[in-house]
């Protein structure tokens, strides 16, 4: 792993295309402008089951860590992360190596609906688990190219009907399924032109205008569809051009995120592709900047109160040679990067490589301000879990 989230892994006889020479004005116009118990099975347009979900018989696939991570620690006391006046700290980790329903295989992109379901794209099991808050797992789709099969789906988002979108690295496409899991649409193919991919990583539905956003990224671009998949535009150019840009989030106010990962820094832009600002390693000053010491930012989300979460994966090595990582937590309004999360406290490991963000809905008030809390979902891709962090104090 270096550029791209796996390389290109499951097709490396694939020849990955030169960047593109960007165009001055930053965008190509080339196109037009229920809470279900439990998934029973995955259907096709005709209506017939195309693949299982399993139900697993551990109850969440996840160890509770709260209890060992209390406040009172002499040892992780100093290691805790202050923001707000209150202090992120991991409330659960989820799952472990393996093939079962509740277990990874190098999870990548992860998704919350409004119910407080999860998702998680599990690349290397080739499948999309979906976890529900009263703890039931469900493994869905198999390897493959049909409808409802993946390879190396990379990223999961939802939109306001809690339908979910996954975006396939290897088939190069996206498949949306509605909140039953019945498949309602599937578009992309390998390729270059507008409306094809090249090992795509991340998808992004905007919650103003349902537009569908897909972090095109061995194309250099991230490409803008609308809820029927049809092509709208491109982004192929923001100042210097985008490197390698692999994860895309939009806002409630249509601010465009691009984490462009080998350029150590995220832009905030319209969906034009307009900049507002950057954040990351200054490298000019002709535009509105945040300085923060991202290595490889891998992806990033927005909470309710405007807080930008950055999952940063390209940490130096660690003592076992694997890439350590961290969550940076930026308030764009305020211009500054607010703190960086490295250590999750005892018994608990270091975050490696984490290349999903999500933010979970805001159910509960803050016992002390009444303001809502949103807590987070971050996949520690080379660990194999989940991690889910809330605010404390």
Not at 25 to 34: K, P, Q, S, V
Not at 39 to 58: I, K, W, Y
Request: aromatic residues 8%; glycine residues 12%; hydrophobic residues 35%.
């Amino acid at each position: 792993m270096s550029g791209n989230r796996f390389d290109f892994l499951e097709f490396s006889d694939d020849r990955q295309p030169e960047r593109p020479a960007a165009p001055d004005d930053g965008i190509e116009e080339t196109g037009i402008n229920a809470s279900p118990a439990g998934l029973r099975g995955l259907v096709g347009p005709d209506g017939r089951p195309v693949s299982e979900v399993g139900a697993s018989s551990d109850p969440r696939g996840y160890q509770d860590f709260l209890d060992q991570n209390q406040s009172d620690d002499p040892l992780n006391g100093p290691r805790d992360q202050e923001s707000r006046g209150a202090t992120m700290r991991p409330m659960e980790v989820i799952g472990e190596r393996g093939e079962r329903a509740g277990q990874f295989n190098f999870p990548t992109g992860i998704a919350v609906d409004s119910r407080g379901i999860l998702f998680v794209a599990d690349s290397y099991n080739h499948r999309i688990q979906r976890i529900t808050p009263d703890g039931a797992v469900s493994a869905i789709g198999t390897k493959g190219t049909g409808y409802a099969q993946f390879l190396s789906p990379q990223d999961v988002a939802v939109d306001r009907r809690d339908a979910f979108y996954v975006v396939e690295q290897g088939n190069h496409r996206v498949q949306k399924f509605s909140a039953t899991g019945r498949q309602e649409l599937i578009f992309g193919h390998k390729g270059h032109l507008p409306g094809e991919f090249f090992g795509p990583t991340s998808i992004a539905v905007s919650p103003m205008s349902g537009d569908i956003y897909v972090a095109d990224t061995g194309n250099f671009r991230i490409q803008r569809f609308d809820q029927k998949g049809r092509f709208l535009s491109q982004i192929t150019s923001t100042g210097k051009g985008l490197i390698s840009p692999q994860s895309v989030e939009v806002d409630h106010h249509e601010n465009v995120y691009i984490v462009d990962t080998l350029g150590h820094r995220i832009i905030q832009c319209d969906p034009t592709g307009r900049e507002f600002l950057a954040i990351g390693r200054r490298r000019r000053t002709d535009m509105d900047w945040i300085d923060a010491p991202f290595i490889e930012p891998r992806a990033c989300a927005v909470d309710i109160a405007g807080f930008l979460f950055v999952a940063d994966g390209g940490e130096p090595l660690g003592q076992e040679g694997k890439p350590a990582g961290r969550i940076h937590i930026v308030d764009p309004i305020a211009r500054r990067n607010e703190t960086a999360i490295e250590h999750l406290g005892r018994n608990l490991d270091r975050m490696t490589r984490p290349t999903g963000i999500a933010i979970a809905p805001a159910f509960t008030p803050d016992p002390q301000t009444g303001l809502l809390r949103n807590e987070i979902y971050v996949a520690d891709t080379m660990n194999h879990r989940i991690i889910r962090m809330g605010w404390v104090g």
